[in-house]
């Protein structure tokens, strides 16, 4: 019985997310926009636009690394 009315809760609010879309929204368009063109205005917006870089970058070798060093030892505990 309570696993019907969670898959009615669930179901419930599915549709409400569907019939209103409005309640995903979290900024308007003139607020994105007047960011943009304050920070592209004063040049900050290629300091970020390199920070996050360098970040995702650090972070994806990282990940790679870390993959390569779980290879060799799976590769070595299967020998």
Known sequence: MKK???S???LMLILL????PSL???QTANTSSDFYSRMNSSGKIYVAIAVLSVILIG???YLISIDRKVRRLEEKDNS
Do not use: D, P, V, Y
């Open 8 to 10: 009615a809760l669930h």
């Open 17 to 20: 997310t569907i019939a209103n």
């Open 59 to 61: 972070i994806f070798g």
């Open 24 to 26: 995903l929204i979290a």
């Open 4 to 6: 019907i009315q969670n």
